[in-house]
Structures are given as C-alpha cells and as structure tokens.
C-alpha cells in the first residue's frame, strides 16, 4: 500500500524526537473481583519521547491494554501519576478528561469500533462534532482524513460493505482528522491479515515518520511489533524488557 | 453531519421495533384526542353555562313535568329577572339516528335568556309572525343542508300530534353562537304552537330557564324557589345551569374521571413499551456508546444523546398521533348528533404538547442515566 502524507495539518517532521511526550510514574492499577483483588498494573514507570511508534507486547493479563487506557485518559490509575503533553490528566475531572481526549488522542481499536449506521465520512467526522468547527470545516478535515488513508473513494460507503482491512483505515482515518499528539492502537492488526496488516502498520509508521505523532501500539504480533521504533515486552504488570526494534 | 443526524441516525437500527414502537405512540396521541373531544362534548354544556342563569325542574326528575303558572310566579320572587319554560320534544327527523335536540320555547323570551344566540333581526321577526316557525343552529342547519324556508317534518316519539302523525315546521330561521363553544346545534319552535297541538299533557312544561338579579345571589334564588314550591303539587329542584348540564352529562357516568383513566392507563402502557425500546436500544450500543465516550463525548453529552433520541421518537410518533386526533376532531362529531360540541380544545393541544415531552423524558431517563454511568473501558469490551 502506498501512502500519502501531504495535509497541510498534519506537519511533516524533520527534527529530531527528543522532549518526552508520555511519562507514567510509579502507576499501580488494582481491579476487584467479588471479593479478590487483581494487580494489573504494579508500580510501571514509563516515559514515550515525542513522535516515538512504541510497540507493548506481552501475554493476555499482562496489563499492556489496561496501560494503554491510562495514557489515553479512558481509565484512571490506582495510584501514580500519568502526564501527557505536560498535562496530569490523571488528577482532570471526566468532563475535562474527555475534552482532552478529544483534541489530544486518537483511537485505534482492534474491531474497529465505526458506528454500523454512519457512513466511513460520518465516522470520520465524529470526533469533529465536539470541536467549534464549521460544518465546511469539518467536510475538508474529514476528505484530508480519508485521503491520506486512501479511501475517498469510499467516503459514502456503510462499515458493512467495506472490507476488514478498509474499515481499519477508516478508523485511522477518525483517529487523526482531529490530528491529535498521541494516537493509541489497540491490536490494530489484530483481525487483518498479513498482508492487509502490514499495509496499516504502513500506515501508523508513517504518522510517526513523517508527521511526527506519536503512536503506542499493543499487539500480540512479534512481526507488528517488528515495524516499532521501540519494543516494550510486559509480563504481570510490569515493563520487562525493551528492545530498540 | 450534525449532532442532530447523529440522533437521527440512532433510528436507522431496528426500523421494525422502532416502527412499533412510534405507532403504538401515535395510537396512544390519537386517543388522546379523541377523548379529550368527547370530553369537551360532555362538558361544554357546563363551560358555556351562564352564571346568572337556573334551571327549575321537577324535584322527582326531568321527566316528570311543571305548571305552567310557575312561570309567573317566579318572576314576582325576589332575585328572579326572567324566566322562560322549555321542554324536551324528542321527536325523530327522518331515522332515529338523525339525533338533535327538539324544545318547544317562548321566541322572544327564550332569546332573551340566551343573549349568546344570534338571531337576524328579519329572521326573529319571522319567527313571531310565524305559528309553525322555527329556528335552528347553525351547525345543525348545516347538517341537515337546511336553508331559510326549508319544511321539516319531525315524527313524534312523546307528543303525538292532535290532527296529523308528525309535526310540520317551516324553518324561519338560523342562529350563530357568540362564542365557538356555544350550542348551535338545537332546534327551537313555539312554545303556543306546542300547546295548541299536542294531545296530552296541556298547561304542563319540561323545566325553566331563570335570570337572576346577582349571579353571587344565584344560591339563595335557588333555595327561595324550591322553598317556594314545597309542599305544592309538583315540588321543584333549583340549581345552576352549569350544574344541570353536568348532571345531565352525569347521567352517563364522570365522564371526565372515566378519560382521565383512560388516559391514565394509555400512557403508563406507553411509557413501558417507550421505556423499554429506549432500554434495549442503550444495551444493544453499549459498546457505541463507550466509543463515543472513548472519542471525547462527555457523560453529560451521552446523557442528553440518549434522553434526545427518546424525545424525538416521542417528538415524532406523538405529534402526528396529535394531528390525527385534532384532524379527526376537526371533522366534527362522528355520532350523528349526540355529541355536538365535539372539538378539541386549544388547551389541550398545550396539554397533549407537554404529555408528549413528559413521554420523551420518562421513557428516556433510564436508560440515558444507564448510558451516562457507563465506564468507558467496560464499554468498549462489552460484545
């Protein structure tokens, strides 16, 4: 798969990555079930550079989703602290929680998540409805959006007649027409095959290359995680090993 | 796309159940105002009842009939301005079914009594000039296509005629109400006209109409007059015309309690089957909804998403299921005469408005403080 990259709101960048965008210190995040209580999360610090594509690996239960959610403001941690962008966001209320979500994260989700009954622009234009932008406004984000994952053409068309690897890219198309920093990727892959993978991994390698976001990918896969700048391994709620990929 | 297509498109899923569901609430709306139409019916004779007018009839019941002297003597008691007989005639205008109400009056006294009937001057003379005149409603001439000088014939079910089978009338005149709600679907003759040619029953009226001086006095009229009559031959039962009217409505049962139950009963039905597509519909996109969520809509936003796709379902299935009860209402009263003033009122238009929105809240407010209180991570795992 090719892959286009020329929105003008999507800056190229050519600097170097240095300033830390992500940093999770000391984070522990408890569950209870009936009467027992899970450690998902023990104490994992973590700090991802701007414009980094962090890949977390580990076996089911190792908590790599649930550190996701905390980066992504959609869980709160038992105890630590998580700063985005220079934001606690642990200690936001949910309202401001969820506005910062919606200028700050994109959202990358394994099953893809589209509303079955909008169509791949309505879909894409969602995360638009919660900015001030004019109705105009939104069309020219969401036709940028679906062209730089080359589906323009398929901009009228329901989830259910796109095909799995489409409907992905319509996801990656929601997850940055409010270019937000931070794009999250929960399993992106995980229902595609090789071949339609790699053209999403394509993709989500070059909005960290070429545009500077950053991007934390959990995956299963050794060979999705194969594309990351840096590969975290985690096993019972704690950063293992890290590997440059 | 707005956030308003965004509701719209919430309807788009499960078109069969959201079909029910909305036809069940136009059904619901619609018998509102058809009930709300038969209600006015029984109860206009009560809201245009003048204050300063009585009723006297016989103190057993309607049927049993007055001296016609009374008249003269309830105008010399004090407190009484007017008065003026009338009786129930009865009688059938070609089929039973062509109900409308007959009653042999004093022309000039009768008018008099009901300032509200609009009478052409010429036509009023003619009635005075004319033994076998009479007057209609303009609602019911309009029934009927009767025009100024048409001859009707009404058969008799209580006063048979002393020379022909039925009674001949000639249509003198036509009255308009001074008011939408005034009764302009009656059929007035001469009371001497009446009394000439009946059979039975002479010297004897229906009841009386009385003005009083001080409608705040209405009260203490009333006592003096049957206190008057006590002891006579045909004792009488004075009450307000309003009072009269309701207890002639009243002899069918509360009509206004037995609607009000109805309703009761439509709506708390409405309000489950509302209730529970709203339910359904919050549990079967939970997962939709935790995406939003995910995507930076507020619980707040979530909640007013939910509870705004439940008013515009209500908004939507009510508003028409009102429009067809008002249409239908427009189209006057579908029972051949029994129920003249049925109309739906302005008021209750205001009443059915709130109804729907009480509707569009209620059967949303579960649900929607459901979806608000979702965890967004739980959400997005739920199947």
């Known amino acids: 798969m090719t892959v286009s990259m020329s929105h003008p709101s999507l800056v190229p960048v050519t600097a170097g990555h240095s300033a830390t965008l992500a940093r999770v210190r000391g984070v522990a995040k408890d569950f209870r079930r009936g009467a027992e209580v899970v450690h998902v999360l ?17 076996p089911s239960g190792s908590g790599k989703s649930t550190l996701l959610n905390l980066l992504g403001g959609l869980d709160r941690p038992s105890a630590g602290s998580v700063e985005v962008g220079g934001e606690q966001i642990d200690r936001l209320s949910e309202r401001a929680l969820a506005r910062w979500r919606a200028r700050h994260v994109g959202l990358v989700f394994q099953f893809y998540n589209l509303l079955p009954v909008l169509s791949a622009a309505k879909n894409v234009e969602l995360p638009l409805l919660l900015t001030p932008l004019s109705r105009a406004q939104r069309k020219r984000q969401v036709a940028t959006a679906l062209a730089l994952v080359e589906l323009e053409h398929r901009a009228g068309h329901l989830p259910r007649q796109l095909s799995g690897g489409e409907q992905q890219r319509v996801g990656i198309a929601r997850a940055i027409v409010t ?9 992106p892959t995980g229902d595609l095959d090789r071949k339609t993978g790699d053209g999403i991994l394509d993709l989500l390698s070059a909005l960290s290359r070429d545009h500077g976001k950053t991007v934390v990918m959990v995956t299963h896969d050794p060979h999705a995680a194969g594309r990351a700048g840096r590969v975290l391994h985690m096993v019972d709620g704690q950063l293992s090993t890290e590997m440059a990929a | 796309m707005t956030r ?10 499960h078109r069969l159940r959201l079909l029910l569901t909305g036809l069940s609430i136009v059904v619901a709306f619609l018998l509102f105002g058809v009930l709300v139409a038969v209600r006015q019916a029984f109860a206009a004779g009560v809201s245009v009842a003048g204050r300063d007018r009585l009723v006297v009839r016989h103190r057993i019941s309607i049927i049993q009939l007055l001296p016609e002297s009374y008249e003269a003597e309830m ?9 003026t007989p009338a009786s129930w005639f009865g009688g059938i205008y070609q089929d039973p079914k062509n109900f409308f109400g007959q009653f042999p009056v004093k022309p000039e006294e009768y008018l008099r009594m009901y300032p509200e009937f609009r009478l052409p001057p010429e036509q009023k003379a003619a009635w005075l000039a004319t033994r076998t005149g009479a007057v209609a409603g303009r609602k019911l001439a309009d029934r009927f296509h009767w025009k100024v000088g048409t001859r009707i014939p009404i058969q008799p079910t209580i006063w048979i005629p002393k020379k022909d089978s039925s009674w001949q009338f000639d249509l003198v005149g036509i009255y308009d109400g ?4 005034t009764d302009t679907s009656r059929f007035l003759f001469r009371q001497d006209y009446f009394e000439e040619n009946r059979r039975f029953a002479s010297g004897m009226i229906g009841w009386y109409y009385i003005r009083v001086a001080d409608p705040k006095r209405a009260a203490a009229v009333a006592q003096s007059i049957d206190d008057h009559f006590t002891n006579s031959s ?4 004075t009450e307000t015309e309003g009072a009269f009217a309701q207890g002639f409505a009243n002899q069918m049962g509360n009509i206004g309690a037995i609607v009000t139950a109805i309703l009761s009963a439509v709506f708390f039905t409405i309000l489950l089957v509302a209730g529970n597509t709203m339910a359904q519909t919050v549990r079967e996109r939970t997962q939709e909804l935790g995406v939003l969520k995910a995507l930076g809509f507020s619980n707040a936003e979530v909640l007013a998403m939910v509870l705004g796709e439940s008013c515009l379902l209500a908004g939507t299935a009510g508003l028409i299921g009102l429009g067809l009860g008002f249409a239908l209402a427009a189209g006057g009263d579908p029972t051949g005469g029994y129920l003249p003033n ?5 008021k209750d238009l205001l009443l059915g408005a709130a109804l729907i929105l009480l509707l569009g809240v209620a059967a949303g407010a579960l649900p929607a403080l459901q979806a608000m209180r979702l965890r967004t991570v739980d959400a997005l795992r739920r199947e």
């Open chain 2, 75 to 83: 105008e010399k008691l004090p407190g009484v301005v007017d008065a």
């Open chain 2, 342 to 346: 049925f109309m739906f009122p302005a």
């Open chain 1, 179 to 187: 270019d937000p920093t931070l794009i999250l990727a929960d399993e």
């Open chain 2, 4 to 13: 308003l297509g965004l509701l719209a498109a919430g309807f788009k899923r």
């Open chain 1, 42 to 58: 023990r104490g994992l610090d973590l700090e991802v550079p701007r414009g980094e594509f962090l890949a977390l690996m580990g």
């Open chain 2, 234 to 237: 045909a004792e009488t039962k």
């Open chain 2, 178 to 181: 001074a008011q939408k709600e």
